[in-house]
C-alpha cells in the first residue's frame, strides 16, 4: 500500500517544478512583448516626433503605423489567449468499456471494444492509423477525431492541431489558426512598414544628418525591422500555402490514413473553398483576429466522400445557420454532436442528413472494417 504522507512530499516536491516550468514557458512572449514596446517607443517617439520634420509625413506614418500595431498586436493576443478546443465527451469510453479495455491486453478484442463505441455513438470518424485500427491515445484515454493529435506540451488531445508554437506558448490549432495566420501577416506587414518608412533615416545616420539621440533608436530599429521580416516571410508564405491545401503542419509530415490508404489532400475542397474554411464566409470578416473558422473541429468535408455512408465528414455550422455547400457534392451538416446528444434525449432521430450524391432519406451507418487492429498512434 502507497504511503499517502510519502505521496504528499513528492507532489510538494513538484509543485515549484512546475510553476518554474510555466513561468519559464511565457519567456519567449515576454521577449515579443518588449520588442513590441521598445519598437513603439523608437518609432514613435524618436522617429515620427523628434526626426520627422514634414508633418504631413508625421501623421501619415503615425496613422498606418497604429492601424498596423492594432492589428498585430490583437491578432498575437488572440492566437495566444484563445484555449484549445478539448475532445468532446462522447470520444470516451463509457466506465464499464473503459475498464474491460484496461484489464485486457488482447488487441482483438480492444479493436472490438473501440469498434463497437463508434458504431452505438455513432462517431464521425474516416481517419485510421496505417493499419486500418481506430486511433486512440493511451494518455488521454479517448478515442482521437479525425485531425486531432495529442500535445506532449500541453498535455492534451488537441482538435486539428497544427503545431504547438512556443513564441505564442499556445497550440496553434483549429480555435486560433486563423488568428495565428493573421498573426504571421500583420508582423511582416508591421516589419516591412517600418523598415520602409524608417531607410530614409537610416541612410541619414550614416551621413551623420540625424541627433545622437535618435540616432541608434533607428539605427536599431530598421535593422531589427528588416531582421524579423526576412525571417518571418518564409513562414507566412507556408502557411498560406498550406490554407490553400487545407493541411496542417502535422499532416505535411504525416498524411491523414482514410479506408483507401494516406491521402495528404483528403481534406482539400478546392483553394476558394480550403480558404473560406479557416477565415469563414464572411469577407468583411476575413482578416479581422475573430472567429469565423467553418466547423466545429471535428467533423470535415473530404475530397472522396464515401458513397454508403452519412457525410459525417462534413463539417458543422452553429444551430440556426443554413447549410453551406462546398461544392463537388458535399454539403454541410446543420446539427452538431451536442445537438444531435439532445435530440436522442428527447426520442428525436439521429443525423438526418443529405447524402454525398444529393439524394434526400436517412444515411446509411457508418461502415465498419471487421479487419481493424488497435495501434495506439
Not at 168 to 175: A, M
Request: with cysteine; glycine share 6%.
Amino acid at each position: 500500500m502507497t504511503n499517502p504522507v510519502k505521496m504528499n512530499v513528492v507532489e510538494m516536491g513538484r509543485r515549484p517544478c512546475g510553476i518554474c516550468v510555466s513561468i519559464t514557458k511565457w519567456i519567449p512572449v515576454v521577449f515579443i512583448l518588449a520588442v513590441i514596446g521598445w519598437s513603439y517607443y523608437a518609432y514613435v517617439v524618436e522617429l515620427c516626433i523628434f526626426t520627422v520634420e514634414n508633418y504631413g509625413e508625421k501623421a501619415v506614418y503615425l496613422i498606418l503605423y497604429h492601424v498596423l500595431l492594432v492589428l498585430f498586436v490583437w491578432s498575437y493576443y488572440q492566437t495566444a489567449m484563445t484555449p484549445v478546443l478539448r475532445v468532446p465527451k462522447q470520444f470516451r469510453l463509457l466506465p464499464a468499456d473503459q475498464a474491460r479495455f484496461q484489464a485486457t491486453e488482447e488487441t482483438r478484442l480492444q479493436a472490438q471494444i473501440l469498434e463497437q463505441h463508434v458504431l452505438d455513438s455513432r462517431l464521425p470518424l474516416y481517419n485510421r492509423t496505417l493499419v486500418g485500427a481506430v486511433r486512440y491515445c493511451d494518455k488521454c484515454r479517448l478515442i482521437k477525431p479525425d485531425r486531432c493529435h495529442h500535445c506532449s506540451v500541453c498535455g492534451e488531445c488537441v482538435l486539428k492541431m497544427d503545431h504547438h508554437c512556443p513564441w505564442v506558448n499556445n497550440c496553434v490549432s483549429f480555435s486560433n489558426y486563423k488568428f495565428f495566420v493573421l498573426f504571421l501577416g500583420y508582423a511582416f506587414a508591421y516589419c516591412v512598414f517600418i523598415a520602409l518608412t524608417s531607410l530614409q533615416y537610416f541612410i541619414g545616420f550614416w551621413k551623420n544628418e540625424i541627433e545622437d539621440a535618435a540616432r541608434f533608436h533607428i539605427l536599431f530599429l530598421f535593422f531589427v525591422s528588416a531582421m524579423f521580416g526576412i525571417s518571418l516571410i518564409s513562414l507566412f508564405s507556408y502557411h498560406c500555402y498550406l490554407v490553400l491545401r487545407n493541411q496542417s503542419t502535422l499532416e505535411t509530415f504525416r498524411p491523414p490514413v482514410f479506408a483507401s490508404g494516406p491521402d495528404k489532400r483528403g481534406f482539400s475542397m478546392g483553394r476558394y473553398n480550403n480558404f473560406c474554411d479557416v477565415f469563414g464566409d464572411n469577407k468583411l470578416k476575413w482578416f479581422l483576429p475573430v472567429f469565423t473558422s467553418l466547423g466545429d473541429g471535428i467533423q470535415f468535408p473530404m475530397r472522396h466522400q464515401p458513397p454508403t455512408s452519412v457525410s459525417y465528414g462534413a463539417t458543422c455550422v452553429p444551430a440556426g445557420s443554413p447549410s453551406t455547400s462546398l461544392g463537388e457534392g458535399v454539403g454541410r451538416p446543420q446539427r452538431s454532436l451536442q445537438q444531435r446528444d439532445e435530440e436522442d434525449l428527447m426520442g428525436s432521430p439521429r443525423w438526418r442528413d443529405v447524402e454525398a450524391g444529393g439524394s434526400n432519406g436517412d444515411p446509411a451507418p457508418p461502415e465498419v472494417r471487421s479487419d481493424v487492429r488497435l495501434i495506439n498512434e
